[in-house]
C-alpha cells in the first residue's frame, strides 16, 4: 500500500526559483492538504483541497500555489522561492471532513533555499 | 477556532519509567482530539484519536490518553517508556471553522535514556 507518495524528498532551491512539490495518494481520499514543518512551530497548514477542484488557504498561504484537478494529486507551486521557505514539507490526506477523521502523512520533503 | 497547547517541549525519561505528555485543548464545542507520532526523517503516523465515545483511549504501541473535560486535558501516557519511544509527539485538534482542518500543537521531543 503506498498512501500518500511525495517527492521529491529533498531539494535545494536558489532564491527567486520556482518548483513545484508533489503529492499522491492511492486510496481515494476527498480531503488533501500541505503542512510546513519548522523547529519549536509544529506543524501549519498552508492549503487545503476538500475534493477536486476544491481548494482554500490555510494558514499560511503566502508564497505557495495549489491545484487540485484529480482527486488523487495536490501537487504545491513555490512561485518564487524564499530563505523563509525553508521547511520542511508534508502532504496528508483524510478520508472525509468528518470532524473524526485521521489524517495520513506522506514521508515529507526537505527543502532548502539559498 | 479551536488550538491545542503542548506544554514542555522537551522530556527525558529512563526507560522502565512512566511516561506523561501533556496537552491542554482550548475549544467551545466537544473537541475531536488526536496524538500523532513522529519517528526522525519520518512523516507522522496516528496514535489515537478521542471521538467522544470513551473517555480513556488506548492506541499502538501500549500509548493511552485520557480525556478530561473539567482540566481541558488529553494527556498521552504511556506505563514504561522503551527506547523505540524516543521520537517526537503531536497533540491535534478538529478545528470547525472552515474544513475541519487539523490543527496541531508545537509538539514535544521525547528522549529515552537507559
Known amino acids: 500500500n503506498a498512501g500518500v507518495t511525495q517527492t521529491p524528498k529533498f531539494q535545494v532551491l536558489k532564491t527567486g526559483q520556482s518548483m513545484t512539490l508533489q503529492c499522491a495518494q492511492d486510496?481515494?481520499?476527498?480531503?488533501m492538504s500541505w503542512y510546513r514543518q519548522d523547529p519549536g512551530m509544529g506543524l501549519r497548514l498552508i492549503h487545503y483541497s476538500v475534493g477536486a477542484g476544491i481548494t482554500d488557504q490555510g494558514e499560511v498561504p503566502n508564497g505557495y500555489n495549489v491545484s487540485r484537478s484529480t482527486t488523487e494529486d495536490f501537487p504545491l507551486r513555490l512561485l518564487s522561492a524564499a530563505p523563509s521557505q525553508t521547511s520542511v514539507y508534508f502532504c496528508?490526506?483524510?478520508?472525509?471532513?468528518?470532524?473524526?477523521?485521521?489524517?495520513?502523512f506522506g514521508q515529507g520533503t526537505r527543502l532548502t533555499v539559498v | 477556532a479551536q488550538s491545542v497547547t503542548q506544554l514542555g517541549s522537551h522530556v527525558s525519561v529512563s526507560e522502565g519509567a512512566l511516561v506523561l505528555l501533556r496537552c491542554n485543548y482550548s475549544s467551545s464545542v466537544p473537541p475531536y482530539l488526536f496524538w500523532y507520532v513522529q519517528y526522525p526523517n519520518q512523516g507522522l503516523q496516528l496514535l489515537l484519536k478521542y471521538t467522544s465515545a470513551a473517555t480513556l483511549v488506548k492506541g499502538i504501541n501500549g500509548f493511552e490518553a485520557e480525556f478530561k473535560k473539567s482540566e481541558t486535558s488529553f494527556h498521552l501516557t504511556k506505563p514504561s517508556a522503551h527506547m523505540s519511544d524516543a521520537a517526537e509527539y503531536f497533540c491535534?485538534?478538529?478545528?470547525?471553522?472552515?474544513?475541519?482542518?487539523?490543527?496541531f500543537g508545537t509538539g514535544t521531543q521525547l528522549k529515552v535514556e537507559l
Open positions: 491535534a485538534v478538529s478545528d470547525t471553522g472552515g474544513g475541519n482542518k487539523l490543527t
Open positions: 486510496m481515494n481520499h476527498e480531503y
Open positions: 496528508a490526506s483524510r478520508r472525509d471532513m468528518g470532524m473524526n477523521t485521521e489524517a495520513f
